[in-house]
Nanobody
Framework: QVQLVESGGGSVQPGGSLRASCVAS????????FSWYRQAPGKERELICT???????HYIDSVKGRFTIFMDAAKNSAFLQMNSLKSEDTAVYFC?????????WGRGIQVTVSS
């Protein structure tokens, strides 16, 4: 059973940086894909970036150049480095993991960008 534990996030002023972490406990998969989603108040959950165990990553245009997704060497943790944060980045951020045993979600962490 894979369980995702997220940490990080918090509150920051516009232009600031935060890092979110996601540890996939119980994972010994030979392939996986980590993704980060976010859901702002009153909006639908949206996919913002993805990285496979091959190292290939994809980002939506609104975060490209500001956010970076990366994994640890063991490929069982993923991180989201968020730079140059804007007020419109305020949302609950969710980690998503897909592997041979299916799809798993974290509970979400709050990121608030406000002056």
């Amino acid at each position: 059973q894979v369980q995702l534990v997220e940490s990080g996030g918090g509150s920051v002023q516009p232009g600031g940086s935060l890092r979110a972490s996601c540890v996939a406990s119980g994972s010994s998969d030979n392939w996986n894909v980590f993704s980060w989603y976010r859901q702002a108040p009153g909006k639908e959950r949206e996919l913002i970036c993805t990285m496979g165990s091959s190292g290939t990553s994809h980002y939506i245009d609104s975060v490209k150049g500001r956010f970076t997704i990366f994994m640890d060497a063991a490929k069982n943790s993923a991180f989201l480095q968020m730079n140059s944060l804007k007020s419109e980045d305020t949302a609950v951020y969710f980690c998503n993991y897909v592997g041979p045993r299916g799809e798993h979600w974290g509970r979400g962490i709050q990121v608030t960008v406000s002056s």
